[in-house]
């Protein structure tokens, strides 16, 4: 049986080495103090225009020596609350929020045109950057999308966690299409949908920030969407839905979807929340994929991985390392019939498609879980088994134990202690081999 390698240093290594420039840290006199722009900061007056328009100059140049691009242009936001719609950053530009500071989002609905945003109708993110490069946000302070507005808006609404349904709703910080990015040190709570969104972005560093949302519908903290090469450190994140959720290709995706690779998530601490998913919509496939030293703390579920026969591909060279969990709901879903995680009843096979999901090279090493209703289960399809999973130094004490179907698993020192039945549940389609 083929194990799936863990190249988690050299994956961030790659990462962190491929544009130090365009990430080092803004320092020097800013160009774009917003107040010099007519920003209040008062909380009630509106300061997008303002705020604009000091993007636009910093976006202006000048232009670094030795003409290779702009030097970084800093706006800086101080001493006050900026109540805005939403604003674009450029290229080259540094949005720093400084402790006590707020980026604070109109609750107007009129303030956020439409756009199209992955092949769906939506509206304008709250913060956002298009096709631009070494773009930083930066600072102790706060973005606070002031989502009650929109979270009330949705209530009742069929399919309102579905990106380009008939009640769309801003995200809090989206990168689309942009390159060199680092997020560092702020706050980002209360966006109306997902907080942040790395959407076909390459090389972006999100480190010691914190995403808060904990009761609110379908506000995923960090959705890294068919992006490459991506950190996520030290994030420490409470909200009402994912906590990570990787993506690539909507439901149904006519295609092309392009995957999201060279993904790396280390020392995040996860509180309220749906866990640490790949999927479900997962069309362009995931591959590349390390977490390690992760700490779950009452999330609804610790790992998942998650598609179905409409919405999957390719997701391979995934491990989690070093994962402590408490009070979790389920310890670790891996299941092809998303939004369920068992089928109901027989299951037959059907024909391969282009969006069957086919999931293998999964390892989970080192994981230790306390107080979970449900180990978990593993399950494929019948035409596309969960192939290779790998579990060394596994223990999970649950009510209920781990089911196992149409899945090749092996283990070493895996202990799963549960309240009722079985520890392991292993169904005839699956092939699983423990050694001690």
């Not at 979270?151 to 399919?159: A, F, S």
């Not at 969960?386 to 283990?411: C, L």
Request: with cysteine; proline share 5%; aromatic share 6%.
């Amino acid at each position: 049986m083929k194990v799936a390698a863990i190249r988690m240093a050299a994956v961030a290594g790659a990462v962190l080495g491929m544009t130090a420039a365009g990430l080092a840290q803004a320092k020097g006199p800013a160009c774009g103090v917003v107040q010099r722009f007519g920003a209040k900061g008062d909380g009630v007056t509106k300061d997008t225009a303002a705020i604009q328009a000091a993007i636009d100059k910093c976006a202006a140049g000048p232009k670094s020596a030795g003409g290779k691009g702009w030097a970084p242009g800093r706006v800086v936001l101080a001493g006050g609350t900026f109540l805005t719609g939403p604003i674009l950053l450029k290229s080259g530009v540094v949005l720093t929020i400084e402790a006590g500071a707020t980026l604070l989002g109109s609750v107007d609905m009129a303030d956020y045109p439409k756009v199209k945003f992955a092949r769906q109708t939506t509206v304008q993110p709250l913060v956002s950057a298009v096709n631009a490069e070494d773009v930083q946000i930066q600072g102790g302070g706060t973005i606070d999308g002031n989502g009650k507005v929109w979270w009330d808006y949705v209530k009742g609404v069929k399919e309102a966690g579905v990106l380009g349904n008939d009640h769309p709703r801003p995200m809090g910080v989206v990168f689309d299409h942009t390159k060199h990015v680092r997020m560092e040190g702020v706050t980002v709570q209360n966006a109306g949908f997902w907080q942040i969104v790395p959407y076909y972005a390459d090389d972006v560093v999100f480190r010691n920030i914190r995403i808060l949302a904990p009761h609110s519908p379908n506000t995923d903290a960090i959705d890294p969407f068919s992006s490459s090469n991506v950190v996520i450190d030290h994030v420490f994140s409470s909200v009402g839905d994912d906590n990570i959720a990787i993506k690539s290709g909507a439901i149904n995706s006519p295609g092309p979807d392009a995957p999201s690779r060279n993904i790396t998530i280390t020392d995040c601490t996860f509180e309220h929340g749906h866990g640490l998913s790949i999927g479900s919509e997962i069309a362009g496939g995931a591959q590349n994929i390390h977490a390690e030293r992760i700490h779950f703390k009452g999330t609804d579920n610790g790992i998942r991985i998650k598609s179905n026969r409409d919405r999957g591909n390719d997701v391979s060279n995934i491990s989690f390392k070093d994962i402590t969990m408490e009070d979790v709901k389920v310890s670790i879903l891996i299941s092809e019939y998303y939004p369920k995680a068992l089928p109901e009843g027989e299951v037959a096979a059907e024909p391969v498609q282009r969006l069957t999901p086919h999931f293998h090279d999964i390892t989970i090493e080192n994981l230790k879980s306390t107080n979970s209703d449900w180990a978990g289960v593993i399950i494929g399809l019948p035409e596309a088994p969960v192939k290779d999973v790998v579990m060394k130094n596994v223990s999970i004490e649950a009510k209920k134990g781990m089911q196992i179907a149409f899945a090749t698993v092996s283990g070493t020192n895996v202990n799963v202690k549960a309240a009722e039945g079985e520890g392991v549940q292993v169904n005839k389609t699956a092939t699983v081999t423990m050694a001690k």
